[in-house]
């Protein structure tokens, strides 16, 4: 059942955060839908212009909406990640999303706002939800690139009057972690610190995490060990996302680890079986092992088990 976020982050908030994973084919389509359901998970597909472009924006829609059919136990919201604002019109007006992010937040402040606001108009009219962004992750997005030094915590005062002047449904928040699978430099962590400023300034209102993937050292022994070259890779500790969602964080970004487990399989599948060349055999073992990482990172989220619950309220 296709949701927006809204009746999710209600019943998330303060007690656990929703998993937003990203996908782009078939194979991670299978696998996020087996291990959200399998650990009883509410979850937010997220669609980035990059995934819309991969092979034509109908695909995913395709997949998604018959996913939706073969499990049909399965609760969540379908997102668009990262928009400009033409692409966020598009999916406004595609009947499809039922939520969409747009990211001006590499716009001076009332920029963004300006932007984020007409988003905001335009996705209401039609009951979609809209997440915006203040602040600036480290890392690269699709059309950005910052580097750390360039990135910008989100400022406390600065969020408040955001949010009620650009109307936005939930907030994505810099607070010491960036895209991709190279975070912190050194020993930075999460700025706790700032996140609560933040839920103080916007007590109940959903904040979203981005850049959450945790880069398991151990998968990315294994890519290294099976020819790849991740010499430094890091990310977030999971077992901070509780401590998140207790101040207002509704929402954790994941894609990046999504990819490890694919190179992971591959890297490994075709070392070990150089005269294979048949795609399936393959597929076949990463949509299963897709699927487990899905289900444990629920756990960590404190999603998992809470579908039910939610049926109850987005039922009603
Ligand atoms: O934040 C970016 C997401 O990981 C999406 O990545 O633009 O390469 O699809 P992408
Ligand atoms: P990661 O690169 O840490 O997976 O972050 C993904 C993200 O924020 C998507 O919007
Ligand atoms: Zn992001």
Excluded at 17 to 44: C, D, H, T, W
Excluded at 183 to 196: C, I, N, P, R
Excluded at 203 to 230: C, D, K, T, W, Y
Excluded at 239 to 267: C, P, S, Y
Aim: charged letters at 25%.
């Amino acid at each position: 059942m296709i949701v927006t976020t809204k009746n999710l982050f209600k019943v998330a908030y303060g007690n656990y955060a929703i998993g937003a994973y990203n996908i782009n084919n078939l194979e991670q389509a299978m696998g996020l839908f087996r291990g959200n359901v399998e650990s009883k998970a509410p979850f937010i597909i997220q669609i980035s212009k990059g995934a819309r472009s991969y092979t034509h924006k109908k695909m995913l829609e395709g997949l998604i909406l018959s996913a939706n059919e073969v499990f049909p136990e399965a609760i969540f919201a379908v997102h668009l990640d990262h928009g400009d604002e033409e692409t966020c019109y598009d999916c406004i007006n595609s009947g499809f999303y039922s939520s969409v992010m747009i990211d001006a937040s590499h716009e001076p402040f009332d920029k963004n706002i300006e932007i984020t606001k007409r988003v905001v108009d335009a996705a209401h009219a039609k009951g979609i939800v809209v997440e915006a962004e203040l602040g600036m992750l480290g890392g690269v997005e699709e059309h950005v690139s910052v580097d750390e030094a360039n990135a910008k915590l989100t400022d406390p005062r600065q969020a408040r009057e955001f949010v009620e002047r650009s109307g936005c449904d939930s907030l994505a928040v810099a607070i010491g972690t960036s895209h991709g699978a190279f975070k912190f430099s050194g020993t930075q962590g999460l700025h706790f610190d700032v996140l609560a400023e933040i839920q103080k300034e916007l007590p109940g209102f959903p904040l979203v995490m981005h850049g959450s993937s945790s880069v398991p050292q151990e998968e990315v022994a294994r890519i290294n060990a099976a020819g790849g070259n991740l010499a430094g890779a890091k990310g977030v500790d999971d077992n901070q996302f509780a401590k998140a969602a207790t101040l207002g964080v509704t929402k954790i970004n994941i894609d990046t680890d999504g990819r490890l487990v694919w190179t992971r399989v591959h890297r490994e599948y075709f070392r070990d079986h150089p005269d294979q060349f048949d795609l399936r055999p393959v597929g076949k073992i990463f949509m299963g092992e897709y699927a487990k990482f899905i289900a444990d990172k629920n756990i960590k989220l404190g999603s998992a088990g809470s579908l039910d619950e939610v049926r109850k309220i987005v039922s009603k």
